[in-house]
């Protein structure tokens, strides 16, 4: 029989997971702060819950995937948070991209209730989200992802499992701060370049042809050049993640001088910047100081 899967969060990547659930066959329990996001996945076969603690109640497999720490503890221990209602032998997934400290903290609060848990960050995008190809790094049992492989292969790819507890966001954390330097280093080349008087185009080419090629920069090379930021991962995550990741380091006494460097020039295009917009609008750093 099917297990019950419940899922918490809604945003852009959330709803398409959702999709992916259903299509697969999955019965399927959903909440979201704002409710007219659940309405949308409930005309498509979901039922809505009344509180993350509903959900929790229905569910086999919980999956959760919301903002940034604060909304996690607010679903899990807010008023009617899920925690509180886990069921035992249960198997609870959070997606979202947070600290290892939460994750471990929130592992403790599963064991207490007889559930089992994974931090279970993903990459991949809205793209992935939408293809059901996302890529999960994991921290947790071996023997819990098995359990749960047949519910991720209906939103997922590849699960890599990388350690106890904590360990997928550990890796998570450090892979967007390399996406986020990586992408800063572009805006940086292609600045030079222009004010220098050589197209920006002309870097590419040979950027293309060199070890420096990377399939991040391939998407972000255009969006910078034609200055479009709609957002695809929007900067305001990115600079929560790489918030986290400092603080990471901070806790293990690790420096991350050039971490930190892009940090600020991140957040002084956050602050200037009007909406939501994607992390390359890093490109705006020149524009704005
Ligand atoms: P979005 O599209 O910004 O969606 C964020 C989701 O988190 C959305 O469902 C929000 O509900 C929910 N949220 C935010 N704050 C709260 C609080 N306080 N309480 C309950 N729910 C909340 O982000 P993405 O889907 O792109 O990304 C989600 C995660 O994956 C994030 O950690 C990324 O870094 C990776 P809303 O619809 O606004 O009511």
Redesign the pocket.
Known sequence: MQPKVGLI??????SPMGRNLLKAGFPLTVW???RA?SEKLAAEGAAIAASPRDVAAASDVLIT????P??LE??LWGKEGALSALKKGSVYID???VTPGLARRIAAACAERGADFLDA??TGGTWGAEKGELVFMMGGEKEVLDRVEPVLQAVGKRFFLLGPNGAGQTVKLAMNMILALEVEALAEGLELVTRSGVPAERLIEVLQSSMGRAPVLDVKAPVIIKRDFTPSF?LR?MH??MRLALELAKENGVELPAGAAAFAAYSAVKAAAQGDVDYAAIANYWRKN
Do not use: Q, Y
């Open positions: 969060g809604l945003g852009l990547m959330g979201n702060r704002t996001k995937i919301v903002s940034d604060p909304a607010e679903i997606s979202s991209t960050p993903v929007p995550l929560k993640d």
